[in-house]
Structures are given as structure tokens and as C-alpha cells.
Nanobody, 122 residues
């Protein structure tokens, strides 16, 4: 059973940086796509970024493009989300997700982590 465990969230001032990590286990990820989503109470889960496990193809939402970078370490089965120039509107619970298919911006992912809170103060 695939398990995803996020870490690295916290409180940061606007303009600061955080790096989220997602440790993946329980599967063979060579054909997987990994994604990061975020969600605030009462709102739909929002796509942030996605990367293919082997090809390194990436996609970002317009709201984070140029500020966030998604990457993966195949040796440790870890996916990262480097977040720079953070804004108060980036505040949300961030979720790591995995799917055994190609890139997708929709929330059509098979596996999800428990989420990690990111709070950006103004």
C-alpha cells in the first residue's frame, strides 16, 4: 500500500521560504506522477505543482509559477516543494499526492498524504 508522509510546513513571514517534503513508500514509483495540492477550509483542493517520477516533466499553477519548484529524489523516494517569495494567499494545508499515470492538474490522484499546514503572515 502506497503511503505518503508530508513534512516541512510551518509559519513564515511574507517573502520567506519553506521546503515541503513528501516521503513515499510501499510502491514502485518509476511510472508514477507526484503532485502537490493545497486547500483552505470551505474551498476546493487546488492544484499547485506536479512532476513525473522518471522523466522530470513538470507543471505548475499560474499562481505559483516562478516562485515554487517541485523536484524528486529517486534514491530516497522523496518529493520536494521549494516555496520562495511566499505570500499570505499561499496559506493552506498542503497535500502530497501520487498517481500511476501521467501529469494531471485535476485531483484525480490515487494516493494522498495527511497534509501539512503552511501559514504565511503579512
Amino acid at each position: 500500500q502506497v503511503q505518503l508522509v508530508e513534512s516541512g510546513g510551518g509559519l513564515v513571514q511574507a517573502g520567506g521560504s519553506l521546503r515541503l517534503s513528501c516521503a513515499a513508500s510501499g510502491g514502485t514509483f518509476s511510472s508514477y506522477t507526484m503532485g502537490w495540492f493545497r486547500q483552505n477550509p470551505g474551498k476546493q483542493r487546488e492544484f499547485v505543482a506536479t512532476v513525473t517520477w522518471t522523466g522530470g516533466r513538470r507543471d505548475y499553477s499560474d499562481s505559483v509559477k516562478g516562485r515554487f519548484t517541485i523536484s524528486r529524489d529517486v534514491a530516497t523516494n522523496t518529493v520536494y516543494l521549494q516555496m520562495n517569495s511566499l505570500k499570505p494567499e499561499d496559506t493552506a494545508v498542503y497535500y502530497c499526492a501520487a498517481r500511476p499515470y501521467g501529469l494531471a492538474r485535476s485531483a484525480d490522484y490515487n494516493y494522498w498524504g495527511q497534509g501539512t499546514q503552511v501559514t504565511v503572515s503579512s
